[in-house]
């Protein structure tokens, strides 16, 4: 019943955008704090960003500040990551995932749901 789906992934050039969404749905959107995780081949699932119930709190992992932005729509029972400069080593899969804490956690196993996960490339 708890869904969360990932979209706006694709392919883009190093220095390119992309603005990835997530919709939820069967969750009380507003009383779930919201993050961005990314795993690429051969690596382990990092964390990106991450914003409290309210959207007040955000916070972001060191090699995307600047760069990436994280907001959420709770009308819309939607958050959003809009990356900008993006570099090759951006290229994972990027998901999406809600944690029952009402503070932005920064680590994977605080979270509850997770996405499908959206594929971003960069290339060089």
């Known amino acids: 019943q708890v869904q969360l789906v990932e979209s706006g992934g694709g392919l883009v050039q190093a220095g390119g955008s992309l603005r990835l969404s997530c919709a939820a749905s069967?969750?009380?959107?507003?009383?779930?704090?919201m993050g961005w995780f990314r795993q690429a081949p051969g690596n382990e699932r990092e964390f990106v960003a991450a914003?409290?119930?309210?959207?007040?709190?955000?916070y972001y992992a060191d090699f995307v500040k600047g760069r990436f932005t994280l907001s959420r729509d709770n009308a819309k029972n939607s958050v959003y990551l809009q990356m900008n400069g993006l570099r090759p080593e951006d290229t994972a899969v990027y998901y999406c995932?809600?944690?029952?804490?009402?503070?932005?956690?920064?680590?994977?196993?605080?979270?509850?749901?997770w996405g499908q996960g959206t594929q971003v490339t960069v290339s060089s």
């Open positions: 995932a809600a944690s029952r804490r009402p503070y932005a956690a920064r680590v994977d196993g605080e979270y509850h749901y």
């Open positions: 069967g969750l009380p959107f507003s009383n779930y704090a």
């Open positions: 914003i409290s119930w309210s959207g007040t709190g955000t």
